[in-house]
């Protein structure tokens, strides 16, 4: 979840000091309030990569340096924190550093944002701190450094544990570097780790997928990360699917490659709490990522990143000298945001809750919405029981088609 899209959307000029509306801190400090931490760097571009990152040949010094960029986040924090309420600003229960490749910037480097999120919002007592990191920029001493630092968890970008499927997907780590990070990570302190898979690269085949599942649980993680392979478009990857070079992926391999991922993990001890994410137990679910599902408010800082306080959504300048510039003019580095009405806040709980195991309040539809929901009973989309109990919860077939789910309930 902690993905900033190089495509923001559209939306109001917003104040140059930063400053949100008086609505926005109605409920402030009562909503999960959490902080992310966009790092842009990284050491080259996946080829399926849509996110708002830059290698070092894209950037120019300034705030495309990793020096000029930590000054520039230390502002934005700071300007945020005053934002909130100085004083009276929440601290923050979780922190999701990510990218980007956080791991480039090493042990130090990554103890000094959480240093910067400390000093400006602060951190509640039994915080959750995630960062992001790819296996091949990690070590035994990057984890230990962390650790003292006061990160509590590893998310490691797997993708696959097939040789051949790395290289499609341009990944530079060999098969077994995410599994031995993984066990660097756990001799280091760290009770929580988590690995991201990424199915239905071209070239993948049902063995592929479970000689990394295999790897995974060999691992012995705590969290699984699933997603299905997007070719978005801009990428290297849209290119070459539309050169011929590789085929599109198929929707009825992705539902088969869904089933097995869950059934292997479900086999195993896993339990799915999101459509895309499994934990071993309660307590190795992602609660920051829980806080965007839920609804909660965050402070996303860094380039291009979002955020949302109270039903207002912003984003950041994309490019990082930009960002840095407006931050040293002492502005804000906002470049848009919108003010949510109740009927997108409706919808966006439809959409978001729905893909929690603990499913979507009844009380969120209208008229038609319920009425669809009494058919996606029918369909064996949405479980009878829990409808009854004033929920609408999604049923295994359901989670494969929970997209278009959604849409039949809002209507």
Known sequence: ?????????????????GTLPAEAFEGLGERPFGVYVHVPFCA????????????????DGGGGSTGGWLRALRRELQLGARVLGGEAAPRAGTVFVGGGTPSLLGGEGLAEVLEAVRDSF?????AEVTTEANPESTSPELFERIRRAGYTRVSLGMQSAAEHVLRVLDRRHTPGRAVAAAGEARTAGFD???LDLIYG?????????RTTLDAVLEAGVDHVSAYSLIVEEGT???RRVRKGELPEPDEDVLAEDYELIDGTLSEAGFRWYEVSNWAARPEGRCEHNLGYWRGGDWWGAGPGAHSHVGGVRWWNLKYPAR???ALDEGISPAAGREVLTCEDRRIERIMLELR?????????????????????VEDGLLRQDALRAGRCVLTDRGRLLADGVVRRLIG
Do not use: K
């Open 1 to 17: 979840m902690g993905v900033v899209s190089a495509h923001p959307p559209t939306g109001e000029t917003p104040p140059r000091d």
């Open 44 to 59: 080259t571009r996946c080829g399926y990569c849509d996110f708002n990152t830059y290698t070092a040949d894209e950037l």
């Open 122 to 126: 602060g951190l509640a007592p039994g």
């Open 192 to 194: 929580h780790v988590s």
């Open 201 to 209: 690269t071209p070239g993948e085949s049902t063995r592929d997928l």
């Open 236 to 238: 290297a990857l849209a």
């Open 323 to 325: 960002y840095a510039a």
């Open 356 to 376: 929690l195991d603990s499913g979507l309040p009844v009380d969120v539809l209208d008229s038609t919405g319920l009425s669809e929901a009494r058919r996606a």
